[in-house]
């Protein structure tokens, strides 16, 4: 018989005699404790995180193939028996390009912190400027693979409503919010058994927030926070590790050069001067000197840089003399303010000062932009009458030079400016103080106006793929304008800038949030309902309700803007409006209103030349007609696909395409169908449009039932199935369910098919459209016969007939209509001739909802 494996406490154990250590000892060397070493030899922790096994084969001092054998001890023997996973944990950690001074003790201690079984939450917290943000991403990627799920950083600093964390956090992991579930119940369906790190940078301006996570931690129990703030977040089982600063050198010990710049603040600043060409002699001088730079900033990360920042035009003596004034003016700040904070207030202050007037006003009107701008921006905001009366390019060039404004390459490949939060908050503070913050913040609403208008034509165009990376960098913004807007009465402004912002909420997966914005417009009391703006705002937040499934919303707010635009002889806003107004008849199951409606706008956006949305309009019409005329469909579908070829657009191409691989799937010319739907599916993701992309993956499943090929239908299904769940698209949802149901019935697992069909049923009976409402009754029918109740079988066949019966609705012609023919003839046969009629026409007496009821029974 073969013996198990060693366990890792037998590894360790044998390595520790061997080198004739003590668990004291080797806890020592380690910087572990003795009962952590005891826990580990006893097995009461069998899998240790991977940086205690690095600590422990260090002090151990072992060679490359005992290291191995003990790593691989550390695993799981399911983990062992498992083949290699083909990749890392997922991450969006940044990656900082300069070197983390000082602070391998720090790290080691939080590491150590985060690997103990109970713990889950850990805060760094310290003064602003510590470096709290880049010590928890150093703890990270040194942790990241131990959790499976991988490592998400979660921004915050940007974030002004504390009841956006747990959305923005939802954003980060891959979800989106157009679903009417609250967050915390989207995140803990999404991460509930998920081994994940949650990374939360800068979270002591929404300390409202610290509940909420407790509750997602709550939830989501193989979920661990880090947590950055100034302040604690106290909630019970937090740890809380205060970020020292980093250490000085001894003022009594300046003649020891070898001493000084052995220590971590004095190595930071050289390192940070050294990368601006200014290498030091280190003469007793400059030793005195840059001992003195160390304890002005006292040892903060920040400041030294910013104090480094000034070595291109002052020597380090003349650092120390310049920054002797300004810290001794503002070391006695407000006492409810931490000692630190005042220091590096004094730090921001002192470079402040150095800046010419004119550069000091552009920092602080560069503090209206939340999350970064551009180049372009920064001067649509500064430049102009009434503006700053500089070069904006040579403003930035001086600020970025003083280490107030950082500069990266975007995601566009266009530089992007930002602040730290700290010098931001400073340049607001100074804004509101100069009287000037009402036309700065009028201004930038103004140009994030300008950008939507920019971004809504860039998102209906071939160049939608560019703008989709682009947008999202300016949410913050966006919200940072439409807040000001609307809490200083600027309500028809506000509407005009919604209206626009279709795409752009679209682009960002963020309609939800984009249709909150709408509605508390909308309800303004000083919003013109008979204004352009009120219109558009009412179409644009009439089609994210209609997004997310609400289609009595939908209809309401998108027939106030097809009147207002009717009215205002708007013809290509109303062809708009009219085409997503019969979108949502459509999906409600009047196909004969439907029909007028983008029929009307199919005419109009041809008229006015809007080929983009014409592109839209006629797919829908397409879509609309497709059951009762394939030709004219056909010839919608091309011509949609015509027009977004014209334009290069590949999302709009998509869509057509995908209409003619379901018009093809009518025809049963199953191999033309799949080619189109991959077609479609590579340009979708290409794209990145997770909604598009799930249509077509579940039209790809659905093709694959019919061919019979259920583990590709599988597949495709339950990847659509997840994305739209994200997404909250219920009726999308519930058209995946039908699919994933039916397909069970053809496997005979009748207790998958029918949970499936119950929960499509459920979700179609709130949307109220008859026709799936009858397809789904129809496959439970089919799946009682398959239980033996041909009786009840009968009675649902009677409940189709009389739904389809009273819209006029025929027999699906495909598969699902065959199979449904075959149940029929199969009910009759089981039960007789009389028995059948009797039952079926108890079935087509019930009423919808009481119909409903008895399908869900």
């Known amino acids: 018989m073969l013996e198990p494996p060693a366990t890792f406490g037998d590894v360790l154990k044998r390595y520790r005699a061997a080198t004739g250590l003590t668990q004291e000892e080797l806890a020592e060397r380690a910087g572990l404790s003795a009962r952590g070493i005891s826990d580990l030899e006893r097995g009461r922790r069998a899998h240790p995180?991977?940086?205690?096994?690095?600590?422990?084969?260090?002090?151990?001092?072992?060679?490359?193939?005992?290291?191995?054998?003990?790593?691989?001890?550390?695993?799981?023997?399911?983990?062992?028996?498992?083949?290699?996973?083909?990749?890392?944990?997922?991450?969006?950690?940044?990656?900082?390009?300069t070197s983390l001074v000082g602070r391998a003790e720090d790290v080691r201690a939080v590491c150590r912190l985060l690997e103990r079984t109970e713990v889950r939450l850990v805060s760094l917290v310290g003064a602003g400027g510590v470096g709290k943000t880049r010590l928890a991403l150093e703890v990270a990627a040194e942790l990241g693979p131990a959790f499976s799920g991988g490592c998400s950083f979660v921004p915050l600093a940007a974030l002004r409503d504390p009841g956006l964390v747990l959305a923005t956090i939802a954003h980060t992991v891959g979800l989106t919010d157009s679903s009417d579930d609250p967050p915390l119940a989207r995140l803990t369906a999404h991460l509930?058994?998920?081994?994940?790190?949650?990374?939360?940078?800068?979270?002591?301006?929404?300390?409202?927030?610290?509940?909420?996570?407790?509750?997602?931690?709550?939830?989501?129990?193989?979920?661990?926070?880090?947590?950055?703030?100034?302040?604690?977040?106290?909630?019970?089982?937090?740890?809380?590790?205060?970020?020292?600063?980093?250490?000085?050198?001894?003022?009594?010990?300046?003649?020891?050069v070898a001493d000084v710049v052995r220590t971590p603040a004095a190595t930071l600043l050289l390192e940070r001067l050294s990368a601006i060409g200014r290498r030091l002699a280190a003469t007793e001088a400059d030793v005195t000197a840059i001992t003195e730079i160390c304890r002005r900033t006292d040892g903060l990360p920040l400041a030294i840089e910013l104090a480094a920042a000034r070595g291109r035009h002052l020597t380090v003596q003349e650092l120390a003399a310049r920054l002797q004034r300004p810290l001794d003016l503002l070391t006695h700040g407000p006492r409810d303010l931490p000692p630190r904070q005042q220091t590096l207030r004094a730090t921001i202050v002192w470079?402040?000062?150095?800046?010419?007037?004119?550069?000091?006003?552009?920092?602080?009107w560069l503090a209206a932009f939340a999350g970064g701008w551009t180049l372009e921006r920064a001067e649509a905001l500064c430049c102009g009458d009434g503006g700053v009366p500089m070069d904006v390019m040579d403003g930035l060039a001086a600020l970025v030079d003083s280490s107030l404004v950082h500069a990266k390459r975007g995601v566009d490949g266009r530089t992007r400016y930002g602040m730290l939060e700290t010098i931001r908050e400073f340049a607001e503070e100074r804004l509101a103080a100069s009287g000037e913050e009402d036309t700065v913040r009028r201004r930038h609403a103004a140009v994030m106006f300008d950008y939507a208008e920019q971004a809504d034509r860039g998102l209906r165009s071939g160049e939608r793929l560019?703008?989709?990376?682009?947008?999202?960098?300016?949410?913050?913004?966006?919200?940072?304008?439409?807040?000001?807007?609307?809490?200083?009465?600027?309500?028809q402004r506000a509407l005009a800038f919604i209206g626009k912002l279709l795409w752009f909420w679209d682009a960002v997966a963020r309609g939800r949030e984009g249709r909150t914005w709408g509605e508390e417009a909308l309800a303004k009391a000083n919003a013109d309902p008979e204004s352009w703006a009120y219109a558009?705002?009412?179409?644009?937040?009439?089609?994210?309700?209609?997004?997310?499934?609400?289609?009595?919303?939908?209809?309401?707010?998108?027939?106030?803007?097809?009147e207002?635009?009717?009215?205002?002889?708007?013809?290509?806003?109303?062809?708009?409006?009219?085409?997503?107004?019969?979108?949502?008849?459509?999906?409600?199951?009047?196909?004969?209103?439907?029909?007028?409606?983008?029929?009307?706008?199919?005419?109009?956006?041809?008229?006015?030349?809007?080929?983009?949305?014409?592109?839209?309009?006629?797919?829908?019409?397409?879509?609309?007609?497709?059951?009762?005329?394939?030709?004219?469909?056909?010839?919608?579908?091309?011509?949609?696909?015509?027009?977004?070829?014209?334009?290069?657009?590949?999302?709009?191409?998509?869509?057509?395409?995908?209409?003619?691989?379901?018009?093809?799937?009518?025809?049963?010319?199953?191999?033309?169908?799949?080619?189109?739907?991959?077609?479609?599916?590579?340009?979708?993701?290409?794209?990145?449009?997770?909604?598009?992309?799930?249509?077509?993956?579940?039209?790809?499943?659905?093709?694959?039932?019919?061919?019979?090929?259920?583990?590709?239908?599988?597949?495709?299904?339950?990847?659509?199935?997840?994305?739209?769940?994200?997404?909250?698209?219920?009726?999308r949802i519930a058209w995946t369910l039908y699919n994933i149901g039916m397909m069970a019935v053809q496997g005979a697992d009748l207790a998958a098919a029918t949970a499936a069909l119950r929960e499509s049923l459920t979700l179609r009976a709130a949307q109220r459209n008859r026709a799936p409402i009858a397809q789904t009754i129809a496959g439970l029918a089919q799946v009682a016969l398959m239980q033996g109740d041909a009786d009840r079988a009968a009675r649902l066949v009677g409940a189709v007939e009389a739904i389809r019966a009273a819209d006029d609705l025929a027999m699906p012609r495909n598969e699902d209509g065959e199979a449904e023919e075959q149940t029929l003839v199969r009910i009759e046969e089981a039960l007789g001739p009389d028995a059948y009629a009797?039952?079926?026409?108890?079935?087509?007496?019930?009423?919808?909802a009481a119909a409903i009821q008895f399908a869900l029974g």
Request: hydrophobic share 45%; aromatic share 6%.
């Open 49 to 97: 995180y991977f940086v205690t096994v690095r600590q422990l084969a260090d002090a151990l001092g072992l060679g490359e193939a005992d290291r191995a054998a003990l790593f691989a001890a550390a695993r799981s023997r399911d983990d062992a028996e498992a083949p290699p996973a083909a990749t890392d944990p997922p991450t969006n950690l940044p990656r900082p390009l």
């Open 192 to 256: 509930r058994g998920k081994r994940l790190l949650l990374l939360l940078d800068n979270f002591e301006h929404l300390l409202a927030a610290a509940s909420s996570l407790n509750d997602l931690l709550t939830s989501c129990p193989a979920v661990t926070a880090l947590v950055t703030s100034r302040a604690p977040l106290s909630l019970s089982g937090e740890q809380e590790f205060v970020v020292p600063p980093l250490a000085l050198p001894d003022p009594r010990r300046t003649t020891d």
């Open 351 to 364: 470079s402040y000062d150095l800046l010419a007037p004119r550069e000091q006003r552009l920092l602080r």
């Open 466 to 491: 560019a703008w989709t990376r682009a947008v999202a960098a300016e949410v913050d913004n966006v919200r940072a304008a439409l807040r000001w807007l609307l809490d200083h009465g600027e309500t």
């Open 536 to 562: 558009r705002a009412s179409y644009a937040t009439g089609q994210q309700a209609w997004a997310m499934g609400d289609f009595a919303a939908a209809a309401r707010l998108l027939t106030a803007s097809v």
């Open 564 to 731: 207002r635009f009717r009215a205002l002889d708007d013809r290509g806003s109303l062809g708009q409006a009219l085409d997503q107004l019969g979108s949502t008849y459509l999906s409600s199951g009047d196909v004969s209103r439907a029909r007028e409606l983008l029929g009307e706008s199919v005419a109009l956006l041809d008229a006015v030349g809007e080929r983009w949305d014409y592109g839209m309009a006629v797919f829908m019409l397409g879509d609309a007609v497709v059951a009762t005329d394939p030709a004219a469909a056909r010839r919608c579908y091309e011509q949609s696909l015509a027009a977004f070829r014209a334009l290069g657009d590949q999302f709009g191409m998509a869509i057509p395409i995908t209409g003619l691989g379901g018009l093809a799937m009518r025809e049963r010319d199953y191999p033309t169908a799949r080619a189109l739907f991959e077609e479609g599916l590579a340009l979708r993701r290409a794209v990145g449009h997770a909604f598009n992309t799930a249509i077509s993956l579940t039209s790809l499943g659905e093709l694959a039932r019919y061919e019979g090929d259920d583990e590709r239908a599988t597949a495709c299904l339950e990847e659509g199935l997840a994305l739209f769940r994200d997404l909250g698209d219920a009726e």
């Open 838 to 848: 009797a039952a079926v026409a108890q079935g087509r007496r019930l009423p919808l």
